[in-house]
């Protein structure tokens, strides 16, 4: 907050303080002979720093050449630390050494203090830079222990003779740069890996850094008559005060990986390297990133974050700290909690979380939806006050405290530098942002009916039967399963099955609390017992994650939806089962956030792959993967419970497999550029063109993708200019045969897409990529009309941009031609009575909603007829794929009445949704006959009868 006015009004006795003050300091720059300011503005500003700080007047009591016109301007100065600490000069001598360290901080904090009263630096502005200044102290007081030892040692050297430094680790507060002005640093020491020093007088590198660490902590830590430089506490090394002050990279790895806990979780989302080797340490914290960001959403984080905050509430019983504004309820440590708790599940998927600042963490969280909006504004702003609150009790006497003064004139000088008219004013505020803190704080520590809600006492009892294996079918049954026996063989199954044998004793208890809870919901359901054979089958695939229980444990809502989504949906059901990892969008079903345009797909797809450590095409499609099963997921989720209506998801089905086979033929094509080198000429010269529900933009939950590959014929006898260098005609076929294998691959995060190339010239005898110059050849010559009917729905989809153009226009070309609308009545309409002989499955109770009378083939066929016949008359016919569209355009035309395009639009739309119902049941898209269905087909066959088609 800037300070653009004059302070609030002081009692009497804080004005005769400030008043004293100012004379004592003029009076000690007189007597020291230092120049005094004859500036009113100056003058303000040194009472308002007076009024904030005895530290201040402690400071320039001793040094009063600090308000000289040059310690003036160094006040001024809105450089940090970093831009004089290259000016201390520090001799051999240890004590003269700890002198200049001293005072260097003290007239660095003094700037800190007058920038930050005077509003002349925002308080991330003050937080940075204190924590900068700790950093150039931390680096000279290194470098001269540094320096110290190799006079007496030489230099470390591994194993291996390189030359080795100490890293020192900062975290906390300094680690994300957002240090308090008298906060403690805390630090730990670090070192590469065993060896020895190189001098006359050798150490083992475990003495040599121990007893470097002991030094730089004297330097820092020691206090003399001008005080300390820094309070350095190393408790977070490993095993704290028992452990060795510095340690090797291997035993901190092994450490970590053995024994560490879920506080040190926490408290490595902010370490960094501050001095020393930060190369090094770079390379420390890539080591230990997996003890920090688990590879999978990781909700076992709450259990860690309530034993810290069990903690913490116990030592602020025992110490009376009720009121801390760090550690009491509402305060600055719930703040930091809430976002890195999130942090800690979602940072080993998205990368962007791994923030250290406690701010650009909450904005990262909440740019990617984890925090919302309205909560990260409350947080926000009530960090910026505390934060201020903390800095300004501390500034008052440089004491290391988060506890507000008792007596009232200090309480008066704290609300006074903050620009509030008195102390009620600033404890109104304080309890107002803390009881906002409090009530977020509980809201993510314990959702409302978490773990803290019991479950049914009849449905405990029924799971008590289960392990004591006495449940029967008609306890099933008069519980509400029926039918029981199905049910009660699932139950009993379960603690039987060896991965819930193999659980731990810490996720077999998480178990047992949570069965009760997902019988009582299976029950509740609008189908039970599948609903409870469902979750059977999930929580024995889930056992040995403990993770995924915590999940379910920690999170009612993503419990209840669950429940409800196994019961509604067979098919999203068994996607769960096999691909837990959509647990977490059963937890955040949102699709507001989703990209929902091939362009924003394919950017979160490019986001998504960014995030990988390396880009190995394995672990890339893995990832693409993960991001498809996601997103087709919550689009499921959003049609099933009725957030979306039929045409706009199969549209959206559409756009996510489009931009899926575009990042796999663009990962395809560098590998093979790899390999191969490329061809001659601008762009890869390779198209993939979709065709069917992919081309009509209609696609469905389980559809396969019918594709055609298509490559540039000048390019067909040029050679690659690669390593190994091919003919054009065999890169082509390579790049098309990767894609393939690519899209339907099994991983273990599942396959993208089942292919089907048949459409391709010449069918399953055709090559499986063609030159332009055949495709359209075969096109204008040979090809048959129902294949031009497929040539409707047929667009370019991935690949280089030109050939793509060349494509589109050669479609346009072939579907101009003019032709005999009867003829083309007649052919299309012998196609659709063929088919529907050989494959609709209608009879008098259900309706093959595809191939049936009045079905989607009848409304599709009908207006790819239209189209044929009259595509060269009306060339907006040509612009569009998709049905939906077309119905429009031929209204638009002419070709249908209004009466006739709102007949074929609502069938179409509610026949769609039928079938995506259908898949999402596991059933064929047969639907049951009942009075709308069958008035709506006979509707549409009026329609298409009208037009003149014989279907």
Known sequence: ????????????????????????????????????????????????????????????????????????????????????????KLDDDEASTMTALRRFRHAEALRLVFRDVNGLDTLPDTLSATSVLYEVLLGASLAWSEHALVARYGHSRGHDGERQRMVVVGFGKLGGSELNFSSDIDLVLAYPSGGESDGARSLDNSEYFVRMGRQLVRLLNEPTVDGICARVDLRLRPFGNAGRLALPFSAMEQYYQSEGRDWERYAWIKARPVAGDRHAGKQLQDLLRPFVYRKYLDYTAFAGLREMKALIDAEVARKDLADNLKLGPGGIREIEFVVQLTQLIRGGREPSLRVRGLLPALTACEARGHIPAARAKSLREAYVFLRRVENRVQMLRDAQTHDIPDDALSRERIAVGLDLDSWDALEAELARHRAVVSEEFGEVLMPQGGRAASAPVEDVALWQRVCAESLDAAAMEASGFVPGEEAADALQKLPQAAAVRAMSSRSREQLDRLMPQLLALARASVAPTPCLLRLCRLIQNVA???????????????????????????????????????????????????????????????????????????????????????????????????RADAVATARRL??????????????????????HGRLPGEGSGFAVMGYGSLGGEELGFASDLDLVFVYDTRRAHAMSDGPRPIEGSRWYQRLAQRVMNWLTVLTRAGRLYEVDTRLRPDGSKGLLVSSLQSFTEYQKSRAWTWEHQALLRARPVAGDAVLNAELAAVRREVLSVPRDRENVLKEVSSMRQRWRAERDRSDERQMDLKQGVGG???????????????????????DSTANAALIGSCRDVGLLSDAQAEVLARAHGEMLRRALACTLDLRSRIAPRDAGLDALSAEVSQVTQALGFVF
């Open 1 to 88: 907050m800037r300070h653009n006015g004059p302070m609030p009004k002081e009692s009497p006795a804080l004005r005769a303080l400030i008043d004293d003050r100012y004379a004592e300091l003029i009076a000690r720059c007189r007597q020291a002979g230092v120049p005094l300011h004859d500036d009113a503005g100056v003058a303000e500003r040194i009472r308002r720093t007076l009024l904030a700080s005895d530290f201040a007047f402690d400071t320039w009591s001793r040094q009063p050449q600090l308000l000289s016109p040059q310690g003036l301007e160094r006040l001024r100065a809105a450089s940090d630390a970093s831009a004089r600490i290259d000016a201390l």
């Open 654 to 675: 559409a756009a996510l497999a489009e931009s899926v086979v575009l990042a796999v033929t663009t990962m395809a094509e560098r590998e093979l550029v790899a390999q």
């Open 856 to 878: 989607l083939l009848d409304i599709e066929f009908a207006l790819q007829g239209l189209v044929l016949a009259h595509g060269s008359q009306a060339p907006l016919l040509l």
């Open 544 to 642: 040995r994650r403990s993770s995924y229980l915590a999940l379910l444990e920690e999170q009612p809502a993503a419990r209840r939806r669950l429940a409800q989504l196994f019961a509604s949906s067979a098919f999203l059901a068994e996607r769960v089962i096999s691909q837990p990892l959509l647990l977490d969008d059963v937890l955040d079903p949102r699709i507001d956030q989703l990209p929902l345009k091939r362009a924003d797909i394919s950017s979160e797809i490019a986001r998504v792959l960014s995030t990988l450590d390396e880009r190995e095409a394995e672990a890339e499609l893995e990832r693409i993967n993960e991001f498809k099963a996601s997103t087709a997921f919550r689009l499921g989720m959003a049609f099933n419970d009725g």
